[in-house]
């Protein structure tokens, strides 16, 4: 099995960011915008290997103050392209396609309208909309949650005691995801190479506590900086219908809201449909 590749850069302000890499160095480039929580341990397939295969090269870092990358006090979505940017020219990659799954779609959307043609293409795997429009939640959502979408300058200080409990124990977040996922979801987190890749990326994404992950949270609740009509890269955004984490109606709006998109709804499926179709979700990316 193909043993992953990990590095870190100084950026211009001192800080460490820190990355993981998988498949062929010479492979057509995708840069990786994890979910929240997670890490640069994200990755979409059970086989590392496949990744080889495909002619891919997979580049994941940790924002800040997830994983082993330093925290960015104050930060906003959009000073994540800088830090890609960064991170990209060290790596000697010069054009690439950008793949998100879940709260990484801003993230990934901002690189696109920041880095403009270097950016060859987006996929967002279950992401949100901005809150440019009033969000249906999931049933399982706790009221915590939604309040501090209300409150979005106090979001993070609000949702640091929702999430500290599992900041403990990331390792047993599948376990409590499978009781709050549809049976399609628990299906795949129950195999145990997918159960395996989740432990560990929210584990190592949590490595710092539940800081980094409120803040990501609370930022999602703010206006991204940058209108999603501005993108003029080719999305592709793939939803499962019972997705229970990010309900497909948020995945419609945000594909109503870009004006290159292409929809792949999945009937029936959920969350981590990724790991049933990684081979062609990144077939779809190719330039």
């Given at each position: 099995m193909e043993e992953r590749r990990e590095g870190s850069i100084r950026l211009r302000d001192g800080r460490t960011l820190t990355y993981a890499e998988w498949g062929?160095?010479?492979?057509?480039?995708?840069?990786?915008?994890?979910?929240?929580?997670?890490?640069?341990?994200e990755r979409h397939v059970e086989d590392?290997?496949?990744?080889?295969?495909?002619?891919v090269r997979l580049v994941v870092p940790d924002r800040p103050g997830f994983g082993r990358s330093d925290p960015q006090p104050g930060r906003r979505v959009m000073d994540w392209p800088d830090d890609v940017r960064a991170l990209v020219d060290h790596l000697g990659i010069d054009r690439f396609a950008v793949l998100s799954l879940s709260g990484g779609a801003a993230y990934a959307l901002a690189c696109a309208h920041v880095l403009g043609d270097r950016v060859s293409g987006v996929g967002v795997l279950g992401g949100a909309p901005p809150p440019d429009v009033p969000w249906p939640w999931p049933r399982w959502v706790p009221e915590r949650v939604r309040s501090a979408a209300h409150r979005p300058t106090r979001a993070a200080a609000l949702l640091q005691p929702v999430f500290a409990p599992i900041a403990l124990r990331p390792a047993t977040i599948p376990r409590y995801l499978q009781v709050r996922l549809n049976p399609a979801d628990r299906r795949v987190i129950g195999r145990p190479a997918v159960r395996r890749i989740l432990s560990e990326t929210f584990t190592e994404g949590l490595r710092n506590g539940a800081g980094a992950l409120a803040e990501d949270r609370a930022l999602l609740f703010r206006p991204w900086g940058f209108p999603l009509s501005a993108v003029r890269q080719r999305v592709h955004v793939w939803h499962g219908t019972q997705d229970w984490q990010v309900p497909v109606s948020l995945g419609q709006v945000l594909v109503a809201m870009l004006?290159?998109?292409?929809a792949h709804w999945f009937p029936?499926?959920?969350h981590f449909l990724v790991f049933d179709h990684a081979e062609e979700i990144y077939a779809?990316?190719?330039p």
């Open positions: 062929d160095p010479d492979g057509r480039p995708v840069l990786g915008c994890h979910g929240s929580p997670s890490s640069r341990l590392p290997d496949a990744y080889r295969r495909w002619g004006p290159h998109c292409t029936g499926e959920g779809a990316l190719r």
